[in-house]
């Protein structure tokens, strides 16, 4: 069964700073996974899907890498800014449906 | 503009009604999903249809019923049955199955048993 972590839960930092957001799952066989963003009270915009072949995949600051072996995602986000706050979640396909994680909590401060 | 639209945005269901979230997609994907989210819990999948009359239960899809009549419309019934149904609720649609392809939501339907 599919399982998928993000630590950390919540990140507060200031303006300007490059982070790092992770993500695990315990099952390799994957076909591809995908990274959200979610405002409050708000619906899921997608922010990059990776195949399973790929190892990256860059849009804008935003950089996520994909290592399949050992069972993790990262999403890179570069000079971090105010409108960058919302809550992250990854998911990963399981036959039908998507498996998530249950995010991270980001607020970037001024 | 392609997308997913849900309505209402907020929706107030009286103990012992059935109310229905409207979802409607026009991205041509063949999938379409509704997915229950809980303060402090993951997403988790209430029903799934990848093809026109035809639907599967997902992890919760105990006390909700759906529809596919259009490839373009996946309404969602919630039941007097659903014993606790004050949740926000996502519509999503892919090109086919999950497996392969980018998923897209709505904006969410946020429903209050009053």
């Known amino acids: 069964k599919q399982e998928v972590t993000q630590i950390p839960a919540a990140l507060s930092v200031p303006e300007g700073e490059n982070l790092v957001l992770n993500c695990s799952f315990t099952?390799?066989?994957?076909?591809?996974l995908q990274w959200f963003r979610q405002d409050p009270g708000k619906g899921l915009t997608s922010l990059l899907l990776i195949q399973s072949s790929q190892r990256e995949q860059t849009s804008g600051r935003l950089n996520a890498s994909l290592d399949k072996s050992s069972g993790r995602s990262t999403l890179y986000i570069a000079a971090s800014q105010p409108g960058d706050s919302a809550t992250y979640l990854c998911a990963l396909p399981n036959t039908d449906k998507l498996i998530f994680g249950t995010g991270t909590r980001l607020q970037v401060f001024p | 503009d392609g997308g997913i639209t849900q309505s209402p945005k907020y929706l107030f269901r009286k103990e012992g009604q059935n109310v229905t979230l409207s979802c409607e997609q026009n991205?041509?994907?063949?999938?379409m999903y509704w997915y229950r989210q809980d303060p402090g819990q993951g997403l988790r999948l209430i029903y799934y249809?990848?093809?026109?009359?035809?639907?599967q239960k997902g992890d919760i899809a105990e006390g909700y019923s759906v529809s596919r009549e259009k490839k373009e419309s996946f309404p969602l019934t919630v039941t007097s049955a659903q014993k606790n149904p004050t949740a926000f609720y996502l519509c999503?649609?892919?090109?086919?199955?999950?497996?392969?392809?980018?998923?897209?939501f709505g904006q969410g339907t946020r429903l209050t048993v009053v």
């Open positions: 249809s990848q093809i026109v009359n035809d639907f």
């Open positions: 991205l041509n994907h063949d999938a």
């Open positions: 099952d390799s066989a994957i076909y591809n």
């Open positions: 999503a649609s892919s090109l086919l199955g999950q497996g392969g392809t980018e998923a897209f």
